[in-house]
């Protein structure tokens, strides 16, 4: 599996919002939609604001490819949901990221249950 380089990983990491886009059985690209973004350690998480039937959560894992684009970085991506094994560091990031913007904003994306709108993106191999 490919990996994210250093300065990958933080662009993208302090990158405010990521655009997501997912690949239609053509092979095209979807129209990119704007989320927010976090890293922990040395990956990089999103999350559906609007639970797990959110257009572009739902086409993601479905497709399981796409792109991203955030910090100067654009790259082929691979989506893998994840779950409660993750979801104290990713709620943790968010409240350190985003918390500025508004404890009621950022409870849409933190908290019980939202370890199911949880995505990985990882690199695709060349």
Known sequence: ???WTPEE???VGRAEELQVSSVRPDGSLRPYVTIWVVRVGDEIFLRSAYGPENGWFRRALASGRGRVRAGGV???VTFEQVGAEVRDAVDAAYHEKYDSHGRRIVA???GEGQELTTVRIH???G
Do not use: F, H, N
Request: net charge negative; glycine share 0%; hydrophobic share 40%.
């Open 1 to 3: 599996m490919a990996t």
């Open 9 to 11: 990983l933080d662009r």
């Open 74 to 76: 654009e790259k082929d």
């Open 108 to 110: 849409m994306v933190v």
């Open 123 to 125: 690199p695709s191999q």
